[in-house]
């Protein structure tokens, strides 16, 4: 139990296009979501919490422009990297809590290289 | 939430106990203690979480000290595939449930 998956897996895109990424829980509702991105050598950096039905609460010194996050439904949080520059390749995270759960369940990341 | 301070590696012999400490000595009464880990190139795994009480799961268990000041993770016999970085997280219980990553440590676990 507890599953959450992410599409694509990896993407390299051409500088100044969007590219969007997919969080689903796939065995449970997720009230909330995370977003993390970490680049090589680091740890995972918090981007956003997003609410189902609600706006997303983004971390100090993200974009929320840049950044777009929709939690349209229980099962699925997409992150849109709009006008993506190289500097934005990264290893891009989403997370999911089960509502009534204080533990947080992750998905197997999304590498994003822009050219 | 309260920072935590972890060794940055470990070294541990295949099929050895590996014991991974992690200090949070500003943690309040209503502040659970996480551990996930992360093989390379994958996304963190939850591993197990405790208040107070020591806890065990299937994959591990969770010594918490008295205070609640200090931790420590145990892997009871580690295998080459326990070869990652272990993160230990301190939360506010009942909050959004946002987790604030430290560095880690890198456990290798060695034949």
């Known amino acids: 139990g507890a599953v959450v998956s992410q599409h694509p897996s990896r993407v390299i895109c051409k500088s100044g296009t969007s590219v969007k990424i997919e969080c689903r829980s796939l065995d449970f509702q997720a009230t909330t979501m995370f977003w993390y991105r970490q680049f090589p050598k680091q740890s995972l950096m918090l981007m956003a919490t997003s609410n189902e039905g609600s706006k997303a609460t983004y971390e100090q010194g993200v974009e929320k422009d840049k950044f777009l996050i929709n939690h349209a439904s229980l099962t699925l949080s997409t992150l849109t990297v709009t006008s993506a520059h190289p500097e934005d390749s990264s290893f891009y995270i989403c997370?999911?809590?089960?509502?009534?759960?204080?533990?947080?369940?992750f998905g197997p990341g999304t590498r994003l290289l822009v050219l | 939430d309260a920072k935590t301070t972890q060794p940055p590696s470990m070294d541990c012999a295949e099929g050895r106990a590996a014991n991974l400490p992690c200090n949070h000595s500003?943690?309040?009464?209503?502040?659970?203690v996480y551990w996930y880990r992360q093989i390379h190139s994958q996304g963190p795994q939850y591993i197990i979480h405790?208040?107070?009480n020591n806890e065990t799961n299937e994959m591990a268990s969770l010594i918490i000290t008295e205070d609640r000041k200090s931790s420590t993770l145990i892997l009871p016999h580690a295998t080459l595939r326990d070869t990652a970085v272990y993160y230990c997280?301190?939360?506010?219980?009942?909050?959004?449930?946002?987790?604030?990553f430290g560095q880690g440590t890198t456990l290798q676990v060695k034949p």
């Open positions: 500003t943690i309040s009464g209503n502040e659970y």
């Open positions: 405790g208040l107070k």
């Open positions: 997370s999911a809590k089960p509502g009534v759960k204080e533990t947080q369940y």
């Open positions: 997280i301190v939360r506010v219980r009942g909050n959004t449930g946002k987790l604030i």
